[in-house]
């Protein structure tokens, strides 16, 4: 058991790593990076399990910071651009003073730009697994000399199918390596990684899975699916601080972006379909304050480092009953308390119990409130002004909808009219 320690100073922690540290003002370390830093430091492989927010980018940052000191270089995987940027950006904030470089291997951005980093073989680099394999089938990097592997948020790399480019990564790295993995949840598919790649590793475990964070509180609305707009307007009006809405969807992303900015606010969208920079730009804003309301997919449960979320709502329910936990986690953090609230549809009473069963505690329901009326979109107005002018042409027309076929062939003879006439 790594005895508690007051500060970063009792965690063999380099003396210049230190000045650092207390040149940014990192003073009381997370119980994650309490008992991580040690035994990463001594080089010993390691699991570390810990819910979102705790600070795990610190607690295998720090020592690849004193690796890097040492002339030692390290690779470091994530699921994400966006988790990835925010990983190069702490640890190029802080390598910069002590002259420890990072080079960043993400898509979205150009090739010419990340083998220029390459050349200046930086002592870490960070990047996603689809770019990694680029990089390695054009022979544009090497990890022979690497000493270190780090796979950050394993379990959401297994869950967007990455499974395969993780396996080609730990074969092509060196067998003999320092490895560490750092989750929030254990499937029993990073099990198998760790039996397969990892040697008599040391586990970590700060909270059990499903554990959220304890300063966020917590209800469910049950609510139509046609009536979740209304109940989303009603909360922008009611809450008055910056909002994280989640979707399942990237159609549902793009669609309540533009219903939330017809009502006045400001908003931004993240999900897989934007580019990096329209994905870069969302996330700056909405730190800095320049959108109010940022809706994103399931992209943006994890790698959102924003402080002062005041809310995070899920428009829909997520697909898989761990990322509740990481969604709600975008607020309360870093001390700062929060709220989430999630829309349920009256059919999804099994997707709350499971969700229960994960977290190990009843979600409090609230009382529908009274709902403005559903306001219509420009594109409703325009449907239903054609439908009404066809209806006035044609009285007599059957507004059923036709089948498939009928429908195409009595389209070719209106054609075949306009050609003959």
């Known amino acids: ?39 990463a430091i001594e080089r010993k492989d390691l699991i570390g399990i810990a819910q979102t927010g705790t600070g795990k980018t610190l607690a295998f940052g720090i020592p690849l910071l004193q690796y890097g ?36 291997l993400i898509g979205g951005e150009p090739m010419w730009r990340q083998l220029k980093d390459l050349e200046k073989k930086p002592h870490i680099v960070v990047g996603t697994p689809g770019r990694i394999i680029d990089h390695l089938e054009q022979k544009t990097v090497s990890f022979s000399d690497f000493e270190t592997l780090v796979l950050d948020e394993a379990d959401r790399m297994l869950d ?22 750092f989750s929030a949840t254990m499937p ?24 959220t964070a304890k300063d966020v509180t917590q209800e469910i609305f049950f609510v139509p699916q046609e009536s979740k707009q209304q109940l989303l307007e009603k909360i922008l009006y ?24 017809t009502l006045g606010h400001t908003a931004a969208e993240i999900h897989s379909n934007r580019t990096l920079n329209q994905r870069r730009d969302a996330l700056e804003g909405f730190k800095s304050g320049r959108y109010r309301v940022l809706i994103a997919t399931d992209v943006a449960s994890r790698g959102i480092d924003v402080k002062n979320i005041e809310l995070v709502v899920n428009f829909d329910l997520p697909m898989i009953a761990e990322d509740y936990v990481h969604r709600i986690g975008r607020t309360g953090r870093a001390g700062e308390h929060g709220h989430a609230i999630s ?79």
């Open 160 to 181: 967007m199918g990455f499974a395969p480019q993780l396996k080609r990564i730990l074969t092509v790295f060196p067998k003999e390596r320092h490895t560490m993995l």
């Open 69 to 104: 000191l040492q002339g030692k270089r390290a690779l470091v995987v994530v699921p994400t651009r966006e988790l990835a940027l925010q990983v190069s950006e702490t640890l190029r904030k802080l390598g910069v003073r002590i002259n420890v470089r990072t080079a960043t």
């Open 1 to 39: 058991m790594t005895p508690i320690s007051k500060g970063f100073g009792g965690l063999s922690i380099a003396p210049s790593v230190l000045g650092v540290l207390d040149y940014f003002k990192f003073v009381t370390p997370t119980p994650i990076q309490e008992q991580s830093i040690p035994i």
């Open 238 to 261: 009611d809450y008055h601080g910056s909002i994280l809405v989640f979707c399942r969807m990237k159609h549902s992303v793009k669609r309540i972006t533009a219903h939330v900015r």
């Open 343 to 421: 829309f349920a549809r009256p059919d999804e009473r099994r997707d709350i119990q499971a969700i229960e069963r994960l977290i190990r505690k009843a979600l409090p329901v609230s009382k529908l409130p009274d709902l403005p009326p559903p306001r219509p979109t420009r594109t409703s107005e325009r449907a239903y002004r054609a439908h009404a002018s066809t209806q006035s042409r044609n009285p007599r027309r059957n507004p059923a909808p036709r089948g498939r076929f009928s429908s195409s062939r009595s389209g070719a003879r209106s054609n075949f009219r306009r050609r003959t006439r």
């Open 188 to 211: 029993i598919e990073i099990v198998k990684i760790t039996r397969a790649y990892m040697k008599l590793p040391v586990q970590i475990q700060i909270a059990p899975t499903g554990t």
